[in-house]
């Protein structure tokens, strides 16, 4: 079994836990603690084991990566990553893939060792530039938030398309920004779905638009209890069925 499909199968077996406001105590150690009294303890970097990013070519992919801050106030983060380019690509834009984590909205970091990883191979085999957010987590913060800081990201990211706004050269000299995708895994790749059914109903900045989305394993709650939830199950309401509408997608420039 892969480690992404391990990670995902223990992100949806502590779902119900992170999600639920019903328990006194929260208890998925070694990930999080939250005590009656509201203390939080989490210890992401023990079992996920956060790696720095790589200035020098992965060996394997090629694939270089950097952290950059979003926002300050919010302490929003990511890290971007460029793949190999060879001298008469370099003047070549490549698409932008903004990817989301999985973790069931509590756990996970885009600097994990096993999501760095995973976006190595992907911005290598799928020649993109390619920016994880490190979106803010549950029970610290709660949903919406991660909705919200999503949107702020893919504003953010879209913002480099502007020369005067620009401060990530990465996505201003080799990302094509007439072709963004969205892409995540478990809650991640709901997080896909919110943006995409958002973007078709707000303005996206300078007119842009999203050219496509990745959503792998999507994290979707249900009116009734599959075998992972616990007994004492209460159904989420579920929002009614909404039609996405697909923006036409402007000529590639």
């Known amino acids: 079994m892969s480690p992404l499909l391990c990670f995902l199968l223990f992100s949806a077996m502590i779902s119900s836990v992170c999600l639920s406001s019903s328990e006194s105590e929260k208890d998925v150690r070694p990930f999080i603690l939250v005590s009656p009294n509201?203390?939080?303890?989490?210890?992401?970097?023990?079992?996920?084991?956060?790696?720095?990013?790589?200035?020098?070519?992965?060996?394997?992919?090629?694939?270089?990566?950097?952290?950059?801050?979003?926002?300050p106030v919010k302490n929003l983060s990511a890290r971007v990553y460029l793949p190999r380019l060879n001298h008469s690509a370099k003047k070549i834009k490549i698409p932008i893939l903004v990817y989301f984590h999985g973790g069931a909205f509590c756990i996970g970091s885009p600097f994990s060792k096993l999501d760095h990883s995973y976006l190595n191979k992907l911005t290598s085999q799928g020649n993109v530039v390619a920016i994880s957010?490190?979106?803010?987590?549950?029970?610290?913060f709660a949903l919406p938030t991660a909705f919200e800081d999503a949107?702020?990201?893919?504003?953010?990211?879209?913002?480099?398309s502007h020369p005067l706004a620009s401060t990530e050269p990465w996505l201003a000299s080799h990302g094509d920004f007439s072709r963004v995708f969205l892409g995540g895994d478990s809650s991640g790749a709901t997080i896909v779905h919110?943006?995409?059914?958002?973007?078709s109903r707000d303005s996206l900045l300078y007119g842009?638009?999203?050219?496509?989305?990745?959503?792998?394993?999507?994290?979707?709650?249900?009116?009734?209890?599959?075998?992972?939830?616990?007994?004492?199950?209460?159904?989420?309401?579920?929002?009614?069925?909404?039609?996405l509408r697909v923006p036409p997608v402007p000529p590639r420039r």
């Open 38 to 71: 509201g203390t939080i303890a989490r210890d992401d970097a023990i079992p996920l084991f956060i790696v720095p990013a790589q200035s020098k070519p992965d060996p394997t992919t090629k694939v270089i990566s950097k952290d950059v801050l979003l926002d």
């Open 133 to 140: 957010i490190n979106y803010r987590l549950f029970p610290e």
């Open 151 to 160: 949107w702020f990201a893919l504003e953010w990211v879209l913002s480099q």
């Open 194 to 199: 919110n943006l995409a059914l958002r973007a």
């Open 208 to 243: 842009l638009h999203i050219y496509g989305a990745i959503l792998a394993t999507p994290y979707f709650l249900g009116t009734g209890r599959v075998p992972l939830d616990p007994p004492n199950y209460h159904p989420y309401p579920v929002l009614p069925s909404v039609a």
